[in-house]
């Protein structure tokens, strides 16, 4: 077959090192615009991102033309890099290791787009680690509580 066709939704979800609260909704934009960049630079094709305080959720269409763990690798390194060098911190930024990623049916977009874009909503009923947690239960996902994002300090 000359052609490769795909269908691929994923949404990951990844939190700021120690789950601090260290994204200002001053520059939050302007990195959703950065995070968007970096995946329809290699070929994404972005269906809704949100960032929060301490977490980030993108949804989007998947090409098959590097490993999901290689483009979640180059988003956190490349946008905290981008961070750092624009100062919006006193301090140093970083994302903590790991990420959950989750796969989607066509038809269950127009639910994970809500779901993501109103984030803010969703964390007055339920905190961060509960809503990520209920995703690894809904996935089906096997975790441990030790290897789960660490609290805030």
Partial sequence: MPNTYTQIHIQIVFAVKF??????????NELCRYITGILQNKGHKILAINVM?????????????????????????CSAKWINE????????????GYGAFSYEKSALPNVIDYIVNQKEHH??????????????????????????????
């Fill in 19 to 28: 789950r601090e609260y260290s994204i200002r909704e001053q520059w939050k």
């Fill in 53 to 77: 305080s301490d977490h980030v959720h993108i949804l989007f269409g998947m090409r098959p033309t590097q490993a999901l763990s290689e483009l979640v690798r180059d988003v956190k390194s």
């Fill in 86 to 97: 624009c100062g919006f911190l006193h301090g140093r930024f970083e994302w903590q290791e």
């Fill in 124 to 153: 007055h009923v339920k905190t961060f680690m509960e809503e990520y947690q209920e995703l690894l239960k809904q996935f089906d996902v096997s975790f441990d509580d030790r290897y789960i994002f660490r609290d805030p300090v």
